[in-house]
């Protein structure tokens, strides 16, 4: 049974940092391209970053985050890290990660499985 569990998520003031992790099981886990996504209330789920499956990991980010959210993945621990930095109110969401086998894509349908999510809240 695939599993994806995320963790990391709290309170934080504008232009702080945040590290959600989001831990992998049930496959196996470095065959797999990451993402990370986000829902505010209110609206849709976004994309926020994705990384490749393995080898030289190539990472693709939502132009809102660029240069201030990091993705990463340690296959040895079978799992995947998104590091919000200069955070903003905006940035309030709940954050999902989710796996999928392909190539990239920051369409949240051609994910496969997904997390419970993990509260992020920026006040100002």
Same mark, same amino acid.
């Given at each position: &049974?695939?599993?994806?569990? =995320?963790?990391?998520?709290?309170?934080? %003031?504008?232009?702080? *940092?945040?590290?959600?992790?989001?831990?992998? $099981?049930?496959?196996?886990? $470095?065959?797999?391209?990451?993402?990370?996504?986000? %829902?505010?209330?209110?609206? !849709?789920? !976004?994309?926020?970053?994705?990384?490749?499956?393995?080898?030289?990991? *190539?990472?693709?980010?939502?132009? $809102?985050? #660029?240069?201030?959210?990091?993705? *990463?993945? @340690?296959?040895?621990?079978?799992?995947?890290?998104? &590091?919000?930095? #200069?955070? #903003?109110? =905006?940035?309030?969401?709940?954050?999902?990660?989710? @796996?999928?086998?392909?190539?990239?894509?920051?369409?949240?349908? *051609?994910? @496969?499985?997904?997390? %419970?999510?993990?509260?992020?809240?920026? +006040? +100002?």
């Amino acid at each position: &049974q695939v599993q994806l569990v =995320e963790s990391g998520g709290g309170l934080v %003031q504008a232009g702080g *940092s945040l590290r959600l992790s989001c831990a992998a $099981s049930g496959r196996t886990f $470095s065959n797999y391209a990451m993402g990370w996504f986000r %829902q505010a209330p209110g609206k !849709e789920r !976004e994309f926020v970053a994705h990384i490749t499956w393995s080898g030289g990991s *190539s990472t693709y980010y939502a132009d $809102s985050v #660029k240069g201030r959210f990091t993705i *990463s993945r @340690d296959n040895a621990k079978n799992t995947v890290y998104l &590091q919000k930095n #200069k955070m #903003k109110p =905006e940035n309030t969401a709940v954050y999902y990660c989710a @796996d999928q086998r392909g190539g990239y894509t920051d369409r949240a349908r *051609s994910y @496969d499985y997904w997390g %419970q999510g993990t509260q992020v809240t920026v +006040s +100002s």
